[in-house]
């Protein structure tokens, strides 16, 4: 099985950053998809962002869901077996419980569904 655990979180006002980080277990992680969800209280989990293997000579493929393009920007590094997310520009809206979750078939959705591994996830609060 593989393990996924995201740091990072915190408390930070409005306008201020945050990254978020997620070290993944097993050797064939760089072939997989890994993205990032949130969910605050009551509410459904949010696709939020989400990044695939690269192709040798491409650059990996990225992608955003609307509310969070152009603030948060999504990274790997192979070599560590971490996936990132930094979060610029954060607003009380994006408080929430963010998980890291894998996808092995190493394709793209934004349905949690698609997603067969998930860390425990990290609180992140945006005060007014």
């Known amino acids: 099985q593989v393990q996924l655990v995201e740091s990072g979180g915190g408390l930070v006002q409005a306008g201020g950053s945050l990254r978020l980080s997620c070290a993944a277990s097993?050797?064939?992680?760089?072939?997989?998809?890994m993205g990032w969800f949130r969910q605050a209280p009551g509410m459904e989990r949010e696709f939020v962002a989400a990044i695939r293997r690269s192709f040798g000579d491409t650059a990996y493929n990225t992608y955003y869901a609307d509310s969070v393009k152009g603030r948060f920007t999504c990274s790997r590094d192979n070599a560590k077996n971490t996936v990132y997310l930094q979060m610029n520009s954060l607003k009380p809206e994006d408080t929430a419980v963010y998980y890291c979750a894998a996808d092995s078939r190493g394709l793209y959705t934004v349905n949690p569904e698609g997603y067969d591994y998930w860390g425990q996830g990290t609180q992140v609060t945006v005060s007014s």
């Open positions: 097993g050797r064939t992680f760089s072939t997989y998809t």
